[in-house]
């Protein structure tokens, strides 16, 4: 028995009851308020900080860190949630908050990081990035293109999921309690594999205009950026403007934190977020995967219950097979809560095949 | 063709897909009493603790009888006349059947006490019972767990959670002796007060004392009295076959239904599978297995067969797991089983909760491994004793078994002594 999920279903704020409804409709209130109105910015400025998204950003780092130290104390019994729970602090204390900060002393402008292309899409585009020094250039383009494939493939797509990312920090630390919210039906994963191709499509092809975009203009004998073809720069800007408002505002941030009481916390990170699609797609060819202990599974449910990603995790161990998911984010917590010790995470020079999606279902009639 | 499973639970609906795997156009009927929905009745404690709801408990989607094209019953078979092919029914007619599968389970064991039928004494078996269950539990201060096995453990540790004062009344010399020898047992022991359970250990109980038509206490032949308002018998559970009585079907002195190698019971067209069923043990002794995976392993046999495929129902090596409060616990092949010279070589990492013990023969070969405190992987521990390994190899190897968590301090053997002790 787990200390810390006994309750669970006894809670209002945590099985769907009134008090969930109401968190969520704060949280909703909140992610409006903040992105579409200046309501926030002169609170902010009367705290010392500079603007709305500056006591967002200390906000959201409370949130971890408080979230990450209640988890540690229900968790911090398993190394690897220790280890990985840390991690995250870390992160969002130093690379997230801190460094940006003080870069924004001295150069006005900070750079993130923790965040890669294509969770920010400006870490391609030409226009944003060659405002930066040339070794953060540097960074942006190896760290999106060539590290985080690599890593993805050596450890999974959990390196970044539940170790780095800002997003993941949330949803494993303040959105911890609220996990075993997500949807197993399989209609949902029907859902999740057309949704989350679909925003890594769209997020391919808006950095791809972007960039012909940029490729388009020149600098003016006034020293202006013009382009000679207006309607493209217009259409190319309202995508943009498009993806801004829908992908980023709406769905990782409305949505992704307002449903987190109502259907767990990792709506954004596994319906939505191109990121974790993109990795998703390495994920499936690399080393990580679930490895299954024969027989030994009681079927008790406790994996899938407990699977933020809506991942049916006892379907597979019921079965005796292993498996490489594409939106498992290695949280590790199916392992860490079975009763009866079935799952370990792995990474692996095997490449013989493993269960594939399709054939999990018992009977195709 | 028309099947009819008696029983929903792990035997009775995987026999059914092996029978929908062979046969897409028969007709399926499956009778329950107890639920709408198979569900796992290893998870009922996580229920009770509020850890998982109902449907978190079902392994498979509601929508699962539908796609399969399943008929569900829920009613109580009363007795079955396998001359006519007929089952009677409670609250229903009759129901015809072409060939009968029986998956019945078990219950839970009551001893004959007087005042065993008070509305404070119950077992924790079914979900009528987690229903009880839970209704005592809000008023309860103080229960008493008669019977020290996996399901006595495991109901001290929910009631514990819940609040209420547990005393554990424990028979034997210590707790689980069947799997466990002294000092296992006394580890687990410590485990369960340093989570305020009062265990008594050599203790049987005597008398259950009421009062007002309510339970009052319990008194022990060792002279205990102990005041309480919950009593839950957790002293093994028997094949609910009581309802067969007559049928002409063969029972086993508990109460399992004899049946072959196919899973075949004496009457024609009519198999059993799961707890219910009484199969011969690996040295030759007649009795059911009532554990969940050799259950599911029947009903997928038992199904194929009664299809016409003739797969025979072997049982293999022991092996199992469990947890012991927070303690994981993993045993395969032949430990206190008693056979001839056996011995042990037994660690126990002072001031943890870690012990190894492997059990072999004058010859030195392996026979048997018993683990508390870490994860192990019982398929590597089965094939050394399937391969004969000798005691010095095992140690030598026995990291390559470990399966803990990632990042876990790497495992290493306690110490390389061998240590006799029979
Ligand atoms: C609390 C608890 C914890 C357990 N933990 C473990 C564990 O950790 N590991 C392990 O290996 N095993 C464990 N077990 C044992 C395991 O649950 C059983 O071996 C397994 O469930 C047996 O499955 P079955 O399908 O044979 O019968 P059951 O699951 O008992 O199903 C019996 C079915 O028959 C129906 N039925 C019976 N009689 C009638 C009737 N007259 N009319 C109509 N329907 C009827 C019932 O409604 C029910 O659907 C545990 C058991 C309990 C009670
Ligand atoms: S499958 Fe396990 S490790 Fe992967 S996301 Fe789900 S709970 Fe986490
Ligand atoms: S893998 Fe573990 S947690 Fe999941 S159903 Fe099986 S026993 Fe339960």
């Known amino acids: ?365 | 063709m028309k099947y009819v499973i008696i029983g929903n639970g792990v035997a009775g609906i995987n026999s059914a897909n092996e029978i929908r795997r062979r046969d897409t156009s028969a007709e399926i009927t499956i009778i329950s009493k107890e639920s709408d929905h198979f569900f796992s009745r290893t998870a009922l404690m996580y229920i009770f603790c509020g850890q998982m709801s109902q449907q978190d408990i079902e392994p498979f989607e509601r929508d699962h009888y539908q796609r399969m094209n399943y008929k569900r019953v829920r009613d109580e078979v009363l007795r079955i006349d396998t001359n006519n092919k007929t089952i009677y029914l409670a609250k229903q007619n009759t129901i015809q059947y072409d060939r009968l599968l029986i998956a019945s389970g078990s219950v839970g064991r009551l001893p004959g006490f007087l005042g065993e039928e008070l509305d404070e004494v119950g077992n924790f078996v079914t979900w009528q019972n987690l229903e009880w269950l839970q209704e005592k539990a809000k008023t309860a201060k103080h229960a008493c767990i008669i019977g020290g096995g996996l399901i006595g453990i495991e109901t001290a540790e929910i009631l514990l959670l819940a609040g209420i004062n547990v005393s554990f009344i424990i028979r034997e010399d210590w707790f689980w002796p069947i799997a466990l020898n002294k000092n296992e047992g006394d580890l687990i022991t410590e485990q369960m007060k340093h989570h305020s359970c009062d265990v008594y250990l050599k203790t049987d109980l005597q008398e259950i004392v009421e009062r007002d038509g309510h339970v009052a206490g319990i008194k022990t032949k060792q002279g205990d009295e102990i005041d309480c308002d919950l009593i839950v018998f957790a002293i093994g559970v028997r094949p609910q076959t009581d309802w067969l009585k007559e049928s002409g079907i063969v029972l086993d002195s508990s109460g399992g239904i004899v049946v072959n190698e196919f899973l075949q019971t004496n009457v024609d067209d009519v198999y059993a599978a799961g707890d219910c069923t009484s199969v011969v043990w690996f040295n030759n002794v007649r009795r059911p297995e009532q554990l969940w995976y050799t259950s599911r392993d029947q009903g997928k046999i038992a199904g194929g067969n009664i299809t016409g495929d003739k797969q025979i129902y072997k049982r293999g090596m022991f092996y199992n797991s469990a947890k012991f409060f927070d303690l994981e616990y993993t045993t395969a092949g032949y430990v206190n089983f008693k056979l001839d010279n056996e011995a042990d070589w037994y660690q126990h990492e002072q001031g943890t909760n870690y012990t190894q013990r492997i059990t072999y023969l004058p010859d030195n070969t392996v026979i048997g491994f018993n683990f508390i405190g870490r994860r192990w992987d019982h398929r590597p521990l089965m094939k050394w004793i399937n391969e004969k390994r000798t005691l010095d190899w095992v140690i030598s190897h026995l990291h390559e078994a470990n399966y803990d968590e990632e990042c876990m301090p790497k495992f290493t053997p306690l110490t390389i002594a061998k240590e006799v002790q029979s």
């Open chain 1, 1 to 365: 028995m787990q200390s810390g999920l006994l309750s669970t279903y006894n809670s209002s704020a945590r099985s769907r009851g009134a008090i969930g409804w109401i968190i969520s409709a704060l949280l909703f209130a909140f992610y409006l308020i903040i992105y579409f109105t200046g309501i926030f910015d002169p609170i902010a400025k009367s705290l010392g900080l500079g603007g709305k998204w500056d006591m967002y950003g200390v906000l959201y780092t409370i949130a971890i860190v408080g979230g990450g130290s209640y988890f540690l104390k229900i968790h911090g019994n398993s190394r690897y949630q220790r280890i990985r729970t840390l991690s995250l602090m870390f992160v969002q204390v130093i690379f997230a908050f801190s460094i940006p900060l003080v870069m924004q002393m001295f150069e006005s402008k900070g750079f993130i990081f923790s965040l890669f292309w294509p969770l920010k899409l400006d870490y391609l585009s030409p226009a944003y990035i060659l405002d930066y020094p040339i070794l953060i250039i540097v960074y942006a383009f190896i760290g999106s293109l060539i590290l985080v494939p690599i890593m993805t493939f050596l450890f999974g797509k959990r390196w970044y999921c539940s170790w780095v990312c800002g997003c993941g920090g949330l949803a494993e630390t303040a959105g911890d309690p609220f996990r075993h919210l997500s949807n197993k039906r399989s209609k949902a994963w029907r859902f999740e594999q057309f949704s989350i191709n679909f925003i890594l499509l769209l997020a391919i092809a808006t950095t791809a205009l972007i960039i012909i975009n940029w490729g388009l203009h020149h600098e003016s004998s006034q020293g202006e950026w013009v382009t000679d073809h207006a309607t493209f720069d217009l259409i190319a800007s309202k995508i943009q403007g498009v993806y801004q408002f829908f992908v980023v505002a709406l769905l990782s941030g409305v949505l992704g934190v307002g449903l987190y009481p109502l259907m767990g916390s990792r709506v954004w990170c596994r319906f939505f977020c191109p990121l974790a699609g993109l990795m998703g797609l390495i994920q499936k060819f690399g080393r990580f995967r679930i490895t299954v202990k024969d027989d030994m599974c009681i079927s008790c449910g406790n994996c899938s219950t407990y699977c933020e990603m809506g991942i049916d995790v006892r379907m597979y161990a019921q079965n005796n097979q292993s498996f490489k998911r594409a939106s498992c984010v290695g949280c590790g917590m199916c392992a860490h809560i079975c009763p009866r010790g079935v799952l370990r995470l792995e990474n692996k020079w095997d490449f013989a095949p493993i269960q594939n999606d399709s054939n999990v279902d018992i009977l195709d009639l």
